[in-house]
């Protein structure tokens, strides 16, 4: 079964932020909880190792509802309260998380349309004018080519030339947009960290 995270409005989520900051960069209230992340604690250990004024802490802590208690022999033991702070996380970033993705499910849109409109099968039928379609190509292009192996010119030539006459233009663009590299006539790809494909 799937929890749901209730949605806050911006104002009601505004004062959940303010009011867990100021919570968590007090240094006091900071360092309970880094020992309350451990494991559960009893009051009279906590006290011991804070002082008396670690009830205050622990008041405003279970205001926010960050703390768990159990009676144990008729003592206070405090632990914190992992659920809670998993939903505070959700309702604080899980709204940014879910927009970054439409993002990026939407450029990845993007791009597969811009590949429809310029492509006819594996022909180019025009260079795109507008820089973003171009390179939208070119990524496409770069593609073709395996990042373990090295191209003399005449090779890169022919590969482009699969897919537009054009050949010098794009295996300038390769070299100009950092994505292959070029020494002593022999190319090879410039392999980002994390390698993305360009399908249609």
Known sequence: MTETTEALDPN?????LRDHLKAFLDPERLQLMGVLADGEHSLVALTERFGLRVQRQIEHFSRLNLLKSVQRN????????????????????????????RVLEGSAAWERQVLRNFFEGERLKTIPSQRKQFLV????????FSPNERYPERMVNEIIARHHPDYATFRRALVDEGLMTRQEGI?????PEKPSTFER
């Open 12 to 16: 009601e989520e505004r004062a959940l």
């Open 74 to 101: 008729g003592v206070p033991h405090y632990s914190l309260n992992k659920r809670a702070l998993l939903d505070l996380n959700k309702r604080l970033f899980g709204g940014a998380r879910a927009a970054s993705q």
């Open 137 to 144: 190509v070119l990524k496409w292009m770069a593609a073709r």
């Open 187 to 191: 190319y090879w790809l410039v392999v």
